[in-house]
């Protein structure tokens, strides 16, 4: 059974910045790809970032610039770095893991940003 279990949410100013992470039950290389999304009240989940197995990475254009994602193999644990964080940056933030035709998700981490 696959566990992720996200941590680093809070309340964060305007400006401010955040480090979320996702620590994993078991290696990490297990996944083809590992993700953050996100989901605020009212709206869809979308993907916020996206790393692959290789390193490859990916950003939804409204993060580009002040997010990075990254992955500490060892610790079996992915991070999201948030900068320049911004109201509408306001979600809760959930971990995914893919695996062939598997998703696994966390729990998910609140964010809050105020203005």
């Known amino acids: 059974q696959v566990q992720l279990v996200e941590s680093g949410g809070g309340l964060v100013q305007a400006g401010g910045s955040l480090r979320l992470s996702c620590a994993a039950s078991g290696s990490i290389f297990d996944f083809n790809a590992m993700a953050w999304y996100r989901q605020a009240p009212g709206k869809q989940r979308e993907l916020v970032a996206r790393i692959t197995v290789g390193g490859t990475t990916t950003y939804v254009d409204s993060v580009k610039g002040r997010f990075t994602i990254s992955r500490d193999n060892a610790k079996n644990t992915v991070y999201l770095q948030m900068n320049s964080l911004k109201p509408e940056d306001t979600a809760h933030y959930y971990c995914?893991?893919?695996?062939?035709?598997?998703?696994?998700w966390g729990q998910g981490t609140q964010v809050t940003v105020s203005s």
């Open positions: 995914n893991a893919n695996r062939l035709s598997s998703q696994f």
